[in-house]
């Protein structure tokens, strides 16, 4: 729990010195990789692999 509190710390000082429109979601996205059980999708980066993923999610999310 407690690493999830300083992400959510960490992303807001970012948020607030970027002065973001929508701040809610970049905090959000500052605590989402925390949510899985393992880290080794959500935490390290292990090739192109790991970038296509992204890539697919942020496209399909710019459909909905």
């Known amino acids: 729990m407690g690493l999830r509190i300083m992400?959510?710390?960490?992303?807001n000082q970012i948020?607030?010195?970027?002065?973001?429109?929508d701040k809610p979601t970049f905090?959000?996205?500052g605590i989402i990789p925390d949510a899985r059980s393992t880290?080794?999708?959500s935490h390290f980066f292990v090739?192109?692999?790991?970038?296509?993923?992204?890539i697919k999610l942020?496209?399909?999310q710019k459909r909905t």
């Open 39 to 41: 880290k080794e999708l």
């Open 47 to 54: 090739g192109s692999h790991t970038l296509s993923i992204v």
């Open 15 to 21: 948020a607030d010195q970027l002065s973001l429109k």
């Open 7 to 11: 992400h959510l710390i960490i992303a």
């Open 27 to 29: 905090l959000l996205g």
């Open 58 to 60: 942020l496209i399909a």
